[in-house]
């Protein structure tokens, strides 16, 4: 399934995903999905600020100031780390250890993006990864991986799915 798929049957889904920034991908999953319960967490106090100012008084909407990588975060239908796996760390397992985390707490699927290590120039902040490893790596936490590719140049989707 397509990440921009028409509208699915799910309801009452949550998805607490990880880098929210100021909560597009909020908007994007309220078009298809009915009753979204949705935590965004981000490191940047600027983009948890927007997001609270635009979701203002929605119900079964949140967003929280924090690193995912760090905090308990609760189980999820659905978890998203959007543009959360591009920087740069020292760990060289981060990454993995992160997918294998993330997957852990999604009841249903897990999707995340990186950018594509064949196609993203060397930056001093942002990584590309060996998309082929990680779909190889994520095929062993799950039978059900799917990769998009083709919108961006240097950009793929991972959707690791449990059902």
Same mark, same amino acid.
């Given at each position: 399934?397509?990440?921009?798929?028409?509208?699915?049957?799910?309801? %009452?889904?949550?998805?607490?995903?990880? &880098?929210?920034?100021?909560?597009?991908?909020?908007?994007?999953?309220?078009? %298809?999905?009915?009753?979204?319960?949705?935590? &965004?967490?981000?490191?940047?106090?600027?983009?948890?600020?927007?997001?609270?100012?635009?979701? @203002?008084?929605?119900?079964?909407?949140? =967003?929280?100031?924090? @690193?995912?990588?760090?905090?308990?975060?609760?189980?999820?239908?659905?978890?998203?780390?959007?543009?959360?796996?591009?920087? #740069?760390? @020292?760990?060289?397992?981060?990454?993995?250890?992160?997918?294998? %985390?993330?997957?852990?707490?999604?009841?249903?699927?897990?999707? =995340?993006?990186?950018?594509?290590?064949?196609? =993203?120039?060397?930056?001093?902040?942002?990584?590309?990864?060996?998309?082929?490893?990680?779909?190889? =790596?994520? #095929?062993?936490?799950?039978?059900?991986?799917?990769?998009?590719?083709?919108?961006?140049?240097?950009?793929?989707?991972?959707?690791?799915? #449990?059902?």
């Amino acid at each position: 399934m397509p990440i921009d798929s028409p509208p699915t049957p799910w309801t %009452r889904s949550n998805a607490p995903p990880s &880098g929210c920034g100021t909560g597009d991908l909020k908007a994007f999953l309220d078009d %298809r999905l009915t009753a979204v319960r949705y935590l &965004g967490v981000d490191q940047m106090p600027e983009f948890i600020d927007s997001a609270n100012a635009r979701y @203002a008084g929605q119900v079964d909407t949140a =967003f929280v100031l924090g @690193a995912f990588d760090r905090l308990a975060l609760p189980r999820a239908d659905i978890v998203v780390a959007s543009g959360a796996l591009g920087y #740069r760390c @020292a760990d060289p397992h981060w990454v993995f250890n992160l997918i294998a %985390r993330l997957y852990a707490g999604a009841d249903r699927v897990f999707i =995340f993006n990186v950018l594509d290590a064949r196609h =993203f120039p060397d930056h001093p902040l942002l990584v590309g990864r060996d998309v082929d490893a990680l779909v190889a =790596f994520c #095929r062993h936490l799950a039978p059900q991986v799917d990769v998009v590719r083709g919108y961006a140049v240097d950009d793929a989707t991972v959707v690791i799915r #449990r059902r």
